[in-house]
C-alpha cells in the first residue's frame, strides 16, 4: 500500500457529473450498513458524513482521513465506532436534534458526538442534564484519585516544614493513611462522646455540688474531665489549622465553625468566672455564664466528622429542600385549617379548651404529627369528627414527602460508594499498567506508550503522574491529563 495515497480512486469521475444532493452515501458503522443522500447529509456541512460527500477526488489519503477503511468496489465506508450510538447521532439530519438512547454511557456518547462533528448543542436538554450529571461523577473520582496521588507522591523539592506540615495534615485528615492515625480518629471520636456525656451528667442534682454561695456547681471530677477533653479539641484544631495548606478555606469550612462553637465558650465562661466579676455584677456574670454553657451541646455535630453516615444524612437534608419545603406547606395549611374549625366547633362547649385560633395552633399540631399530648383536646362531637379528620391528613402529609427524601438519601449513599470503589479501580488500573511498562509490556497501543511524557528530574521511582497517563481504565479520566486520549466502541463502560 506504499504509495496507494499518491493514486486517485478508480472510477471518481464516473460520477462527477452527478449533483452532490443526488448522491447516495453508503457507510459501514460497526457492522451496520446504512444508506444516506446528499441532500439529507448537506443540511449540516461541517459535519463527518457531508465530508464524505467531496472526498472521492481527494484520494485515498482524504478518505481514510474521514473514516477506517473503504471498499472501492461496494464505494463503502466502513466506520470502527458504535452503532447504536450513530443511530442516535444522525437523528440530528432528519429531526435537527439528538437524543440519547437508554443504556448508552453520556461520556462516551459525547465522544461519539465529536467524532462525528455534530456540534453538543443539538443534544436534547433531558440528555445534558444527564451528561452533567456524569461529568460531575467523573469530576469527582478525578478529584478523589488526585488526593490519593497527592497522598502517595513525595516532592523532594519540598522543605522539611512543608513535609512534616503535610505529614501533619494526613495524620489528622486522613484516618485511613495509617494505623496510628486510625487510633487518633477513635480517641478523638471516643472524646467527643466522654464531653456530651459529661456535659449531660452535670446537670443531675445528685453529682453537684455546693459553692462558697450556696450555689449548685459540677461536680470537680467532671469538670476536670471535661477541662481535658477541650485542651485535646484545642490542640486537635491548632494542629489542623497550622497544617492546613489552604488556612482560609479551612477557617470558614461548616465543620471547622462547628469545632470552634464547641471549644470557645468553655475559654469565654472561663475568662467570665475568673476575670468578668471585677467588671460586672455577679449576677450578671453567672447568667453569660449559664447561656454560654448551652453551646456546649454544639459538639454532638463533631460526630459528623468521624461519620460518613451523617455527612450522608446531611447532603441528604440539604437535596431535599423541595420535598421539605411541601411537608411545611402541606402542615401549616392543615393546622391553620383545622385549628379554625376546631376553635368554632368548640365555642358552644361551657368548658372548652380552646380559648383562641392562636391557642388551637398547639393542638393542630399536636394531633396532625400523632403526637397527641392531651393537655388540649375536643369535647364535642363535631370536634372530636374534625380532629379525627386532623389525624388523617396528618399522617398523609407527612407520608408523601418521605419517598424523595428517602430515595435521595440512598441514591447518595450508592453513589458515594460506587464513586469510591471508582477510584480504587482507577488507582488498581494505573499501577497495574506502570508494573507493565516497567516490564516492558503495556496492555494499551503503542502509540501511548511512545507518547508517555519523561519523568521530572529530581524523583526517583515511577512517576504516579506517568501510571495515571497510560490508565485505560472504563471509568478513564481525562480531568488529570493535558493529552488528548480517544475511547473507541470496544472499550465498555460501566
Not at 497522598?151 to 486522613?174: I, M, N, P, S, Y
Not at 400523632?370 to 363535631?382: A, M, R, S
Request: glycine fraction near 6%; charge should be negative; include cysteine.
Amino acid at each position: 500500500m506504499d504509495g496507494a495515497g499518491e493514486r486517485s480512486l478508480p472510477e471518481p469521475g464516473s460520477r462527477g457529473s452527478r449533483a452532490a444532493d443526488d448522491m447516495e452515501i453508503v457507510v459501514n458503522v460497526g457492522g451496520v450498513r446504512r444508506v444516506l443522500y446528499g441532500d439529507l447529509l448537506s443540511r449540516y456541512p461541517e459535519t463527518r458524513l457531508a465530508e464524505l460527500i467531496d472526498c472521492l477526488a481527494g484520494g485515498y489519503d482524504t478518505i481514510f482521513s474521514l473514516c477506517d477503511d473503504y471498499d472501492p468496489g461496494k464505494r463503502e465506508f466502513y466506520f470502527d465506532r458504535d452503532p447504536d450510538a450513530f443511530k442516535c447521532v444522525i437523528e440530528v439530519y432528519y429531526f435537527g436534534e439528538v437524543h440519547m438512547k437508554k443504556g448508552i454511557c453520556p461520556i462516551c456518547f459525547k465522544n461519539e458526538m465529536d467524532f462525528w462533528k455534530v456540534d453538543l448543542k443539538f443534544l436534547d436538554d433531558c440528555c445534558k442534564s444527564h451528561l452533567s450529571e456524569k461529568r460531575e461523577e467523573l469530576e469527582e473520582i478525578a478529584r478523589r484519585v488526585q488526593l490519593i496521588l497527592d497522598d502517595l507522591g513525595v516532592d523532594t523539592a519540598e522543605g522539611r516544614w512543608q513535609r512534616c506540615q503535610k505529614c501533619v495534615w494526613k495524620f489528622l485528615e486522613k484516618p485511613e493513611s495509617s494505623c496510628p492515625a486510625r487510633v487518633v480518629a477513635v480517641l478523638s471520636f471516643l472524646l467527643i462522646l466522654v464531653s456530651s456525656v459529661v456535659m449531660c451528667m452535670g446537670t443531675i442534682p445528685e453529682l453537684q455540688v455546693l459553692d462558697a454561695e450556696g450555689n449548685r456547681v459540677e461536680h470537680p471530677t467532671l469538670e476536670n474531665v471535661e477541662t481535658a477533653c477541650i485542651g485535646w479539641f484545642t490542640l486537635e484544631y491548632l494542629l489542623r489549622l497550622f497544617s492546613s495548606p489552604n488556612k482560609l478555606h479551612f477557617a470558614l469550612s461548616f465543620m471547622n465553625i462547628v469545632d470552634v462553637l464547641a471549644i470557645l465558650p468553655f475559654y469565654v465562661s472561663f475568662t467570665l468566672t475568673h476575670l468578668g466579676a471585677r467588671m460586672m455584677e455577679l449576677t450578671n456574670v453567672q447568667q453569660a455564664v449559664q447561656a454560654l454553657r448551652i453551646m456546649r451541646i454544639a459538639r454532638i455535630f463533631k460526630l459528623a466528622r468521624h461519620s460518613s453516615g451523617l455527612q450522608t444524612l446531611t447532603y441528604a437534608l440539604k437535596r431535599s429542600f423541595k420535598e421539605l419545603g411541601l411537608l411545611l406547606m402541606y402542615l401549616a395549611v392543615g393546622i391553620f385549617v383545622f385549628s379554625a374549625l376546631g376553635y368554632t366547633m368548640e365555642q358552644s362547649h361551657p368548658e372548652t379548651l380552646f380559648k383562641s385560633i392562636p391557642q388551637s395552633f398547639w393542638w393542630a399540631i399536636i394531633t396532625m404529627t400523632t403526637v397527641g399530648y392531651g393537655d388540649i383536646y375536643p369535647k364535642t362531637t363535631l370536634g372530636k369528627l374534625n380532629a379525627a379528620i386532623s389525624f388523617l391528613c396528618g399522617v398523609i402529609a407527612i407520608a408523601l414527602p418521605i419517598h424523595p427524601i428517602i430515595n435521595n438519601f440512598v441514591r447518595y449513599y450508592n453513589k458515594q460508594r460506587v464513586l469510591e470503589t471508582a477510584a480504587k479501580h482507577e488507582l488498581e488500573l494505573m499501577e497495574l499498567n506502570s508494573s507493565s511498562v516497567g516490564e516492558g509490556k503495556t496492555g494499551g497501543s503503542r502509540g501511548d506508550l511512545d507518547n508517555l511524557p519523561p519523568e521530572p528530574a529530581g524523583k526517583e521511582g515511577l512517576s504516579w503522574s506517568s501510571r495515571l497517563k497510560v490508565s485505560h481504565s472504563d471509568t478513564f479520566i481525562p480531568l488529570l491529563t493535558e493529552e488528548k486520549h480517544h475511547r473507541t466502541r470496544l472499550q465498555s463502560c460501566k
